[in-house]
């Protein structure tokens, strides 16, 4: 399991991308060692191959709605995790079901 760490600096909007980034990234490298090509995640989510393209290629933010399938698809759960203070920050998980 990978967590994604973010620190103090939560606001800053670069680090956000940054964070946006390391995501998307992560949920093609699990779809590419699953073995799902993109025509069948689109199929499995009733989504154009075109628009995963630019997600993956982090050319647009998915919403959540479309995270949320994807995660779904790929048969993993999402956590949120609660943060500590004064420490970096275990914001979001991803866990194979």
Not at 27 to 44: A, P, T
Not at 58 to 76: C, M
């Amino acid at each position: 399991m990978k967590k994604v760490l973010l620190d103090d600096y939560v606001n800053s909007e670069k680090n956000l991308l940054d964070l946006e980034y390391d995501f998307i990234e992560k949920l093609s490298k699990i779809r590419k060692e699953k073995g799902i090509s993109q025509r069948e995640l689109c199929k499995m989510i009733n989504m154009k191959q075109p628009y995963l393209v630019k997600i993956e290629k982090r050319e647009i933010s998915p919403s959540l709605n479309t995270i949320l399938k994807i995660v779904n698809a790929l048969n993993l759960s999402l956590n949120v995790v609660e943060k500590e203070s004064h420490k970096w920050y275990n914001i979001w998980s991803l866990e194979a079901l």
